[in-house]
Nanobody
């Protein structure tokens, strides 16, 4: 059973940057894609970015392309999300997740993931 712990959230102003981290423990996860999702109050959990097991392939939702960068370090069992030029609409709880199958390179649907962290709050004020 993999355990995921996110960190790095906080309250920032529009235009600022934050880097989120996700530490993984438990079963081996370096053979699986990983991803970041976010959930605003009263809204569904939405896809942000995913990365292949090797780190060679990434996929982003359109609203964060060019501003966010997902990366992973399999040797350290960590996943990161560098967020630049933050906007108020980026506000939400950010979750890291591990894909449930090795078949998907860069999954983007919540049902494709079966291990989730507890989330870290990101608040961007205008």
């Amino acid at each position: 059973q993999v355990q995921l712990v996110e960190s790095g959230g906080g309250t920032v102003q529009a235009g600022d940057s934050l880097q989120l981290s996700c530490a993984a423990s438990g079963r081996t996860f370096d053979d699986y894609a990983m991803g970041w999702f976010r959930q605003a109050p009263g809204r569904e959990r939405l896809f942000v970015a995913s990365i292949s097991w090797s780190g060679d392939d990434t996929y982003y939702t359109n609203s964060v392309k060019g501003r966010f960068t997902i990366s992973r370090d399999n040797a350290k069992n960590t996943l990161a999300l560098q967020m630049n030029s933050l906007k108020p609409e980026d506000t939400g709880v950010y979750y890291c997740a591990v894909a449930k199958s090795q078949l998907w390179m860069t999954p983007a649907a919540a049902w494709q993931f079966d291990a989730w962290g507890q989330g870290t709050q990101v608040t961007v004020s205008s």
